[in-house]
């Protein structure tokens, strides 16, 4: 089920592109060699999060666990591959991360390991998007960008917005999030039979599953700060992905070293406001034209053209295809016997 999601995913978005195959490939041909380390850095970018999850449940499971790194890689692409062809925030390879991990410990410690890198890999974003402020402050300060009272208010809005998420991060790795998430969904019109039959049947296992959450943060600090660190670290390494592309349409900032220094805190902005922007309507599959949007919006508020927005936009969808496809095919790889 889930490999042919995949399949049906990169179909979808081949037909939902926004320019004809013509106009596609020519982009890709302006890109060039360029699309080798477009596509080249998201093999760091993904290992930086096997990285982040692997810290994770050498730290949920008190030592080394019976399962190899490799493994854990193969199952970050995949889950990622999924995770951008279904809705809801992109939590479609949670599931499969579960099953998978399930093979070489037990249920609940893989549950509360998929958990608890999902909830790092969100809170992650919210430390970019909080640090991006100040980055985009700094280059105010020194004449790069402008301030308006329009822009302080998004800032302002976007700081409590992220000193929210704080507190509640905070208090979901210091109580667990796996009780009261069921809760919720009990509120929900229709649900609160389900939730209360699944509370019922599964309140012991809910219970350790928050406890394994609560004792990472308390007992494993070091696992903890380690994987938040890598993920906050795998979006720096992200935006270098935008810096590529304005580096191919010569955007440099005057060159040298200040030059594409400047370029790049430009491209982490980018980054930041294109998955702020993504997130906040990330019901949609693939969130297709949130994403575009994203990017054209973003680029054209650093005084960019918004076709430079259209072509950025199009080459991560191809990108992303070509990781989708990677990550369904090993999907079908057999892997070590658990």
Request: proline share 3%; hydrophobic share 55%.
């Amino acid at each position: 089920m889930f490999f042919f999601l995949g399949v049906a995913a990169v179909v979808v978005m081949l037909f939902t592109f926004d320019v004809s195959f013509v106009e596609l490939w020519q982009h890709l041909c302006h890109a060039g060699y360029w699309l080798i380390p477009i596509i080249g850095v998201w093999i760091l970018i993904y290992g930086i999060n096997a990285w982040a999850w692997w810290c994770i449940i050498k730290g949920n499971v008190g030592g080394v666990p019976p399962v190899s790194f490799a493994t854990i890689y193969r199952l970050t692409i995949s889950g990622y591959a999924l995770n951008y062809a279904t809705p809801v925030g992109g939590l479609g390879g949670e599931p499969y991360r579960i099953m998978e991990l399930s093979k070489y410990i037990d249920n609940q410690h893989a549950t509360s390991s998929v958990i608890l890198y999902a909830m790092m890999h969100f809170f992650g974003h919210f430390i970019f998007w909080f640090v991006s402020i100040f980055i985009y402050l700094a280059l105010v300060a020194v004449g790069d960008m402008p301030m308006t009272t329009a822009i302080g208010t998004i800032l302002g809005i976007i700081i409590v917005f992220c000193l929210v998420a704080f507190y509640l991060f905070s208090r979901g790795y210091r109580k667990g999030l796996v009780v009261k998430t069921i809760r919720w969904i009990g509120k929900i019109p229709g649900l609160k039979g389900w939730s209360t039959r699944f509370s019922e049947r599964h309140a012991e296992a809910m219970h350790n599953i928050d406890m394994q959450i609560a004792s990472l943060h308390g007992q494993d600090k070091q696992a903890f700060y380690s994987s938040l660190f890598l993920e906050f670290f795998s979006r720096v390494v992200q935006s270098s992905e935008v810096l590529f592309m304005l580096l191919l349409f010569g955007i440099d900032n005057g060159g040298g070293f200040s030059g594409i220094m400047i370029t790049y805190l430009h491209s982490i902005l980018i980054v930041a406001f294109t998955t702020l922007f993504a997130n906040l309507i990330g019901f949609l599959p693939m969130q297709l034209g949130v994403q575009e949007g994203g990017f054209v919006l973003s680029i054209a508020a650093l005084g960019l053209s918004a076709a430079l927005g259209i072509f950025v936009s199009i080459i991560c969808r191809f990108r992303e295809i070509i990781w989708i496809l990677i990550g369904i095919l090993l999907m079908k790889v057999e892997p070590q016997k658990p």
